[in-house]
């Protein structure tokens, strides 16, 4: 059976993906980008189901530095630079994958501007987003069917 | 407030509220609600990433200080959002009709939310909060 990894800062996405994916993929989970690399690592995987905003982690488990973006971005806000990070996590972790050498389908559930899709996959490849939980088409785009 | 943070807010609330709140509703076909379904659907509504729907756009987007709730889809989804907040009883004993209907306003509601967020992208606040000076 395929395997897809769920990564996420909650479980909505784990549940969901156990009700409605599971007839078709083996489901592992991941709340931090270490463990999706540590996942990644332990065997093959086919795709993967990434939460975009991490509101609800850490601070010290985000990918990326508050501080340093605070002052990069933001004009040493740390509050917006701590709510950057969280909002973009999904992708911060994504590009933390890739540079990892893991090239894997990557499915979003949220609805990105066209402009920020296309420089998405100039970046990181295989990256696909549907604006809703609908098992249909997050099957279609994680088996890459679409 | 920063423009951005507009965006960002109803960015959030699509995220947040109406992307979760159908998460059930967008998956039932024919009907057939199994428990594990009417139980999933209970979650979306009444604990949404631990809160209740309604709690969580409220916070959000409070009627009193968002310029978002100057939006007509602002209103559509919070009066969609009460109906659901009120269903409650009917939902938990698992009546059929309600779920079908609850389903239906769920969907409705991540709609609204998603035009929202489109509207937040083009446009500037239409309001300024309520209580602020002229």
Redesign the interface.
């Known amino acids: 059976m395929k395997r897809l990894l769920v990564i996420e800062d909650g479980n909505e996405y784990a549940e969901f993906a156990r009700l409605f994916l599971s007839a078709h993929f083996h489901i592992e989970v991941a709340q931090r980008s270490v463990d999706a690399l540590a996942c990644l690592r332990g065997g093959p995987m086919d795709a993967l189901l990434i939460d975009l905003r991490f509101d609800r982690a850490q601070e010290t488990d985000l990918v990326g530095d508050v501080k340093a973006t605070a002052e990069r971005l933001f004009g040493g806000d740390r509050d917006r630079a701590l709510r950057h990070l969280q909002d973009q996590q999904g992708v911060l972790i994504l590009a933390e994958l890739r540079a990892a050498g893991f090239g894997q389908r990557a499915v979003f559930i949220h609805e990105f501007l066209p402009r920020r899709m296309e420089n998405l996959r100039r970046l990181y490849g295989l990256v696909f987003a549907l604006p809703s939980f609908d098992s249909a088409a997050v099957l279609r785009a994680l088996e890459g069917a679409d | 407030m920063f423009r951005s943070e507009i965006r ?1 807010m109803a ?2 609330l ?3 509220v109406g ?2 709140v ?2 059930t509703a ?2 039932v076909s024919d009907g057939a609600w199994t428990p ?2 009417v139980n ?1 659907l209970l ?1 979306d509504l009444y604990d949404l ?2 809160e209740r729907a309604l709690q969580a756009f409220l916070r959000l987007a409070p009627a009193a200080t968002s310029p978002l709730a100057g939006f007509p889809e602002w209103t559509t989804a919070h009066d969609l959002l009460l109906e659901l907040d009120a269903m409650e009883p009917e939902l938990r004993a698992g009546h059929v009709p309600t779920l079908q209907r609850a389903a239906l306003s769920a969907l409705k509601v ?1 709609g609204a939310l ?1 035009d929202l ?1 489109q509207r937040a ?1 083009v446009s500037a606040p239409v309001r300024k909060p309520r209580g602020t000076p002229p």
């Open positions: 960002r960015s959030a699509a995220h947040d992307k979760y159908a998460r967008r998956n594990e379904l999933m979650r990433r631990g991540e998603q967020a992208r």
